[in-house]
C-alpha cells in the first residue's frame, strides 16, 4: 500500500506538469504509470494526448472504464476529468479491482452518476478511512466536488497517515476467500477469511510458523466482516 500511494503522488505530479502546460493526457489509467530502474513513478505513453483548447478543454478520449461521467455525456474533459480517471487508477492500484463493471457505456455511466459501487473500506479494509475517502472524493460524479487539481490530490496523498503495519492482498490460500499479509519487525502477519457454514465466515490470523493469533481468530455474520478486518489491520 505504501508504496501503491508513493507511485500515485509521482505520478500526479507529471499530471500536475501536463495541467499546468494546457496538455490532457485523456487516458490515465495503472497502465499507462511505469517504473523506472529506481523504483520512481511516471506517467507515460502521450499517444492520446491533447492540448486545451480556449475554454479549458479537450475531446473525450481513454478507457472508458476511467472516463469521468461528464465527459461521457459532452464528449468533452477537462484536468477535473482526469482527477476521477486518477481517482479510478487508485482504485485500481489498491484493490485489484474497478470500482465500476457494466456491460455497455450507459449503464457504466449511470453507475458512475449514482456512485453505484462498493465502498473502497470494503474491498480494502487494509487501506486506511482517510486514503479510501481521499479516493473516494476524486469519484464524485460533481466535478466541483472533487479535488481542483492534481497537485491538491498529491497533497492530499502526502497528509495521508498510513500504517506502520504494511499489509498487503495476497493470494488466497486453497478454501480460502481473500488473504492480506503484514510485515512486523517480530515477523509475517497473514489474515485469511474463509467460508464456515452456509451463513457465516471465519476470519483466521496467524504468525510466521502458523502459529494462530487468538485475538485474530473469529467466527463471524458476512455483514460484520468489513468492521472487524478494520479493526484487526489498525490492532493486530
Same mark, same amino acid.
Given at each position: 500500500?505504501?508504496?501503491?500511494?508513493?507511485?500515485?503522488?509521482?505520478?500526479?505530479?507529471?499530471? @500536475?506538469?501536463?495541467?499546468?502546460?494546457?496538455?490532457?493526457?485523456?487516458?490515465?489509467?495503472?497502465?499507462?504509470?511505469?517504473?523506472?530502474?529506481?523504483?520512481?513513478?511516471?506517467?507515460? /505513453? *502521450?499517444?492520446?494526448?491533447?492540448?486545451?483548447? +480556449? @475554454?479549458?478543454?479537450?475531446?473525450?478520449?481513454?478507457? #472508458?472504464?476511467?472516463?469521468?461521467? &461528464?465527459?461521457? =455525456?459532452?464528449?468533452?474533459?477537462?484536468?477535473?476529468?482526469?482527477?476521477? !480517471? +486518477?481517482?479510478?487508477?487508485?482504485?485500481?492500484?489498491?484493490?485489484?479491482?474497478?470500482?465500476?463493471?457494466? +456491460?455497455?457505456?450507459? &449503464?457504466?455511466?449511470?453507475?458512475?452518476?449514482? !456512485? @453505484?459501487?462498493?465502498?473502497?473500506? @470494503?474491498?480494502?479494509?487494509?487501506?486506511? $478511512?482517510?486514503?479510501?475517502?481521499?479516493?473516494?472524493?476524486?469519484?464524485?460524479?460533481?466535478?466541483? #466536488?472533487? *479535488?481542483? !487539481?492534481?497537485? #491538491?490530490?498529491?497533497?492530499?496523498?502526502?497528509?495521508?497517515?498510513?500504517? +506502520?503495519? $504494511?499489509?498487503?492482498?495476497?493470494?488466497?490460500?486453497?478454501?480460502?476467500?481473500?488473504?492480506?499479509?503484514? /510485515?512486523?519487525?517480530?515477523?509475517?502477519?497473514?489474515?485469511?477469511?474463509?467460508?464456515? /457454514?452456509?451463513?457465516?465466515?471465519? =476470519?483466521?490470523?496467524?504468525?510466521?510458523?502458523?502459529?494462530?493469533?487468538?485475538?485474530?481468530?473469529?467466527?463471524?455474520?458476512?455483514?460484520?466482516?468489513?468492521?472487524?478486518?478494520?479493526?484487526?489491520?489498525?490492532?493486530?
Amino acid at each position: 500500500m505504501e508504496d501503491t500511494v508513493r507511485w500515485l503522488r509521482h505520478a500526479l505530479t507529471g499530471l @500536475d506538469y501536463c495541467h499546468r502546460r494546457g496538455l490532457l493526457h485523456r487516458d490515465v489509467t495503472p497502465n499507462n504509470i511505469f517504473l523506472d530502474e529506481e523504483g520512481h513513478a511516471r506517467l507515460g /505513453d *502521450f499517444g492520446t494526448a491533447e492540448l486545451l483548447d +480556449a @475554454d479549458g478543454y479537450a475531446g473525450r478520449h481513454g478507457n #472508458q472504464r476511467v472516463v469521468a461521467p &461528464e465527459a461521457f =455525456i459532452s464528449g468533452r474533459m477537462n484536468a477535473a476529468s482526469e482527477i476521477f !480517471s +486518477a481517482g479510478v487508477t487508485a482504485w485500481r492500484m489498491l484493490t485489484g479491482e474497478w470500482p465500476y463493471e457494466a +456491460a455497455t457505456e450507459p &449503464e457504466l455511466l449511470d453507475q458512475m452518476q449514482r !456512485s @453505484d459501487r462498493p465502498r473502497l473500506t @470494503d474491498r480494502a479494509p487494509h487501506v486506511p $478511512r482517510q486514503l479510501a475517502l481521499t479516493v473516494e472524493c476524486c469519484l464524485d460524479p460533481d466535478p466541483k #466536488q472533487r *479535488f481542483s !487539481s492534481a497537485a #491538491q490530490l498529491r497533497q492530499a496523498l502526502e497528509n495521508v497517515a498510513l500504517s +506502520a503495519r $504494511r499489509w498487503r492482498p495476497a493470494a488466497p490460500h486453497e478454501g480460502h476467500i481473500r488473504c492480506w499479509r503484514g /510485515d512486523f519487525v517480530s515477523g509475517e502477519v497473514a489474515i485469511c477469511v474463509c467460508p464456515e /457454514d452456509t451463513r457465516n465466515v471465519r =476470519i483466521e490470523s496467524r504468525r510466521s510458523g502458523g502459529r494462530r493469533i487468538t485475538a485474530g481468530c473469529m467466527t463471524l455474520k458476512p455483514s460484520r466482516l468489513g468492521v472487524e478486518l478494520r479493526r484487526l489491520f489498525r490492532e493486530l
